[in-house]
């Protein structure tokens, strides 16, 4: 196997999804969460994760070619037995946007020709999903150069006359094969669209890929038992097909894939990855409906305590790890002589952002004419401020008081001196960075790499840092905000709930921002929203895509991980879009939606009133952007 | 084999050209009836107008029909701007019977994607004939706010520009550049190509388009992994289809190419064509709801020829 990575690095901060990293990036970047060991198994998975949680790095990884790099390069004996004794067996097939764009193109298709069509392609590209995966194996469980490409050859023969008919060519090697088979798909569409424009095929055309017009997987099951038969694979060994990106598939398509989960208890597992709400329908193709824990089981990695740290009730600990690893991956990935050069180590994200005033806890000054004593009598509720009097120089001030509201305090003046030139600071330091990431892998490279082209706008060489922190706070700040805003923004362009899901969001942003800042502080600020199951069909649906896209975030408990929410509960708003509407990026109490909303209207009535009669008011946020 | 060959032409020889089909559209917008008022009726034996059933009393959608039934003497035929079936079946019939090249002329000013598209499928796959197409598209002068906030309903291969969703190297990304920045972003959020190129209409229709076009979409430009921005002529698609030829080769034929065009129609004309070109390139539409805001002619005339000639 050719394990030697290529010479030419490039900045990885640059590359926020594992789709876009070659094998030797992912490899090497990749921090196997609890989620991944646990979708080595042969068991069906349905895994939900937001947009840029890692769904797509978990199911590479568990194809056979990453795993097995993983398992010569790295020290994790778990994938050394998945690969060597021929455990598990991944094949990784993404359902992306491109592929579905061609599925979803023919309205003219009745449902039954759709499903038809869904069925053909999906068996197609499965196949060309199985090839790179064969040669894998050739390549792991054959020695020799000329062993390995004599067994290529006879699985390639074998496969064009299983996979192509009796009367196709027979291709000696498996990339030919491939492109065959990516050739075939192409003629596919355009003879579908020649019936549709012509009206019929022309005089002696035969339709294309007759072999795949077959039940779900047959052409793979038979490429798996041809493979198996030439290396002599372990029989006990689990096939993990990995179905990537599904939320782009519809209803019909999840029912047919259900409907193999439900019948075929062979030794094919599938792993379906979509977005949270978007496993469409537990309904099959044979009456019997897939049932969650029998025929499946759900595997929520937004939940994963490797990521995140929400079971521990210890949000600084784990959460931070996770983001602090994959900072210095990226920086030993994109530059591994960086720290001979510099002849220190490798620089760390806190060297590199140095510490949050806001949130790393310090030994703070709480006399009665300190600073902090007068933040809180200034801006504190006055039963905040007697408990605090009262607490004062006992262990539980800290732990009750200080521990709660400091940040709070802190950010609260800061707004409120906001005025002229002068600049916010208080969304910097490495803990900021990292909580504004929502424990999403994606986010946190997006929020790594902003900081970094700002640092080298500074023209500062990344390891020359002296100083504790490279980048000003501001400017850490500044950065921050503007990600803030651009993924506000962006909701407005979402599919079909956009504006909607804007205003929504808008809304609780604005409530939460008037409490922290217009209100008395108490030690708990509102951070997430309560429904139950009053809640309208529309807003629900606005839910559900919030989650979708990580800017809500349900409170899951340590019992049922992987169960989301159903109409009720509780959900915290993305702390990445704290800058944004000048929140702290802390969990706090929730608020119920239907308080919310009344007080979204009787606020847009006081506006309606002050145009009416008084000076325009500025909008909430334009005057403290500044 | 079908060989295509695309050249820019004057509107004065369209005008002075005869054609045994002609297409239009008549919908809510001003300029609809722009090219067909300026072509005598006589030059052409088999006129069609199609009119779209979406907002079908909006803006100046009843003026445009009276505009076609008194001077062309024809009834707009109800066509979604999702469906294009009835157009395969009127080109069939009007040309079956020819035994020299036919000769079609398509007003896509204010048309459906689907429905040109359509023709040039058409053309591909139902007739051995040399067809020479000539479409026509009158600039806009657009009365609307600093961005179109477009809310995506579906974002779907045009039908005969699917690609091959398979790739051995990277993907890549080619956005057509207009007023809707904030979507563009979004199916760039979805495509997540690990290449990026955008184009935008410069020289376009106006200097304060290209400003606006380029102020509006500055978070894709400036995206990392955007390689380039290239301007090119919106009144020259012989150009575009050249240069955007030149741009994917780099990545032939292994890279996964999808174009995005957001921008203005002969951009989204010179994508199409570029991916019928190459089977390994996909050319997506991204529709939004309606938005039913009126577009004045603003008097320039971009006029194009495509000639497919071989067996389909």
Not at chain 1, 164 to 182: A, S
Not at chain 1, 322 to 341: K, M, V, W, Y
Not at chain 1, 353 to 371: F, T
Request: hydrophobic share 40%.
């Amino acid at each position: 196997m050719n394990n030697e990575p290529s010479k030419h690095r490039r900045n990885l901060f640059e590359v926020d999804n594992a789709r876009n990293l070659s094998m030797h990036e992912l490899v090497e970047t990749f921090i196997p969460t609890q989620s991944f060991w646990r979708l080595l198994s042969a068991k069906h998975h349905v895994v939900l994760g937001a947009r840029g949680q890692g769904k797509t790095a978990l199911a590479k990884m568990i194809s056979h070619d990453h795993l097995a790099l993983m398992a010569h390069t790295r020290d994790e004996p778990r994938a050394k037995s998945a690969v060597l004794d021929q455990q598990f067996i991944g094949i990784y097939l993404p359902t992306r946007l491109e592929w579905v764009g061609g599925l979803n193109n023919k309205p003219w298709l009745n449902e039954r020709e759709r499903e038809t069509f869904f069925q053909w392609r999906l068996n197609i590209a499965s196949c060309i999903a199985f090839i790179p995966i064969a040669s894998s194996c050739i390549l792991t469980y054959i020695q020799g150069r000329a062993k390995q490409a004599q067994a290529e050859r006879e699985l390639s023969q074998q496969l064009s006359k299983d996979w192509l008919l009796e009367l196709g060519p027979r291709f000696g090697d498996l990339l030919q094969l491939r492109r065959h088979l990516e050739d075939t798909d192409y003629r596919k569409q355009i003879q579908i669209l020649r019936q549709r424009v012509a009206g019929s095929l022309p005089k002696g055309d035969m339709p294309e890929g007759v072999a795949f017009g077959i039940e779900l997987f047959a052409p793979l099951r038979q490429g798996i038992k041809q493979l198996s038969r030439l290396l002599s694979i372990n029989r006990n060994c689990a096939w993990l097909l990995c179905l990537d990106e599904a939320e782009f598939l519809n209803y019909t398509d999840h029912r047919i894939i259900n409907s193999h989960m439900r019948a075929y208890p062979d030794n094919l597992f599938i792993k379906l990855t979509t977005m949270p709400y978007c496993h469409y329908t537990l309904a099959t193709n044979i009456g019997a409906d897939l049932v969650n824990g029998h025929d499946f089981e759900y595997v929520n990695i937004d939940s994963d305590r490797v990521l995140n740290a929400r079971y521990t009730g210890e949000t600084d600990t784990i959460g931070t790890r996770f983001g602090r690893t994959l900072f210095n991956r990226l920086i030993e990935a994109s530059d591994p002589q960086a720290a001979e050069r510099s002849g220190r180590e490798i620089l760390n994200v806190n060297d590199f952002l140095g510490e949050s005033a806001i949130l790393d806890q310090h030994r703070e000054d709480w006399d009665s004419s300190s600073e902090n004593m007068k933040l809180l009598e200034k801006y504190a509720s006055p039963e905040t401020i007697a408990r605090a009097h009262r607490l004062i120089g006992t262990g539980r001030f800290r732990n009750e008081i200080s521990r709660k509201i400091h940040g709070a305090l802190l950010l609260r003046k800061q707004v409120d001196e906001l005025k002229g030139n002068r600049a916010l600071s208080a969304y910097s330091g490495a803990r900021m960075a990292i909580r504004c990431a929502d424990d999403n892998p994606r986010l946190l490279i997006r929020i790594f790499n902003a900081l970094l082209m700002l640092r080298s706008r500074e023209q500062k060489k990344i390891m020359r840092v002296r100083r504790p922190s490279a980048i000003s706070p501001e400017g850490q700040t500044l950065a921050l905000r503007t990600l803030s805003a651009s993924i506000f923004n962006q909701i407005r362009s979402f599919q079909d709930v956009g504006p909607e899901l804007q205003d929504f969001i808008h809304m609780l942003g604005e409530y939460m921002h008037t409490n922290l800042h217009e209100k008395p502080l108490t030690t708990d600020q509102v951070t997430s929203v309560t429904i139950d199951d009053s809640i309208s069909e529309r807003e629900w649906k606005l839910i559900t895509v919030a989650v979708g896209h990580g800017l809500l975030h349900p409170n899951v408990g340590p019992g049922n991980p992987d169960e989301m929410p159903w109409k009720e509960g509780t959900f915290h708003l993305a702390y990445a879009l704290a800058p944004h509407f000048l929140l702290l990026p802390r969990r706090g109490k929730a608020a119920n939606l239907s308080t919310i909303k009344r007080f979204y209207v009787k606020r847009d009535e006081k506006k309606i009133l002050s145009k009416k009669f008084g000076p325009e008011q500025l909008s909430l946020f334009d005057e403290k952007s500044k | 084999m079908k060989y295509f060959q695309v050249l820019d032409i004057d509107f004065d020889s369209v005008r002075n050209n005869h054609y045994d089909v002609s297409l239009f559209a008549s919908g809510y917008e001003s300029r609809c009836i722009h090219v067909p008022g300026l072509i005598a009726p006589n030059v052409i034996a088999n006129p069609f107008v199609f009119g779209f059933t979406e907002e079908a009393h909006s803006g100046k959608r009843e003026q445009n029909n009276e505009f076609y039934i008194e001077k062309w003497r024809l009834e707009p035929i109800p066509l979604s701007g999702d469906d294009e079936r009835p157009i395969y079946a009127h080109l069939q019939e009007k040309t079956q019977s020819l035994t020299r090249p036919v000769r079609i002329l398509i007003d896509y000013s204010s048309m459906s994607r689907l429905w040109y598209a359509a023709v040039l499928n058409w053309a591909r796959f139902a007739t051995d004939k040399e067809v020479i197409m000539d479409f026509i598209y009158s600039m806009g002068r657009y009365e609307e706010e600093e961005e179109n906030s477009m809310v995506i309903r579906e974002m779907v291969s045009i039908p005969g520009c699917e690609g091959r969703a398979y790739r051995l190297r990277e993907s890549v990304a080619v956005f057509g550049l207009g007023f809707n920045g904030l979507a563009a972003l979004c199916v760039l959020d979805r495509l997540e190509a690990d290449t990026v190129y955008a184009f935008l209409a410069s020289p376009g229709s106006s200097e304060e388009y290209v400003a606006k076009t380029r102020r509006i979409n500055k978070d894709l430009i400036n995206n990392p992994k955007t390689k380039a921005v290239l301007p090119l002529p919106l009144a020259s698609i012989e150009t575009c289809y050249r240069n955007l030829a030149e741009t994917i080769a780099l990545h032939r034929p292994d890279g996964e190419i999808t174009f995005v065009p957001m921008g203005p129609k002969p951009h989204i004309l010179a994508s199409i064509l570029v991916a019928m070109r190459f089977p390994e390139v996909a050319c997506l539409r991204v529709s939004g709801a309606p938005n039913p805001a009126d577009v004045m002619p603003a008097g320039g005339i971009v006029a194009t020829r495509v000639i497919l000639t071989g067996e389909s």
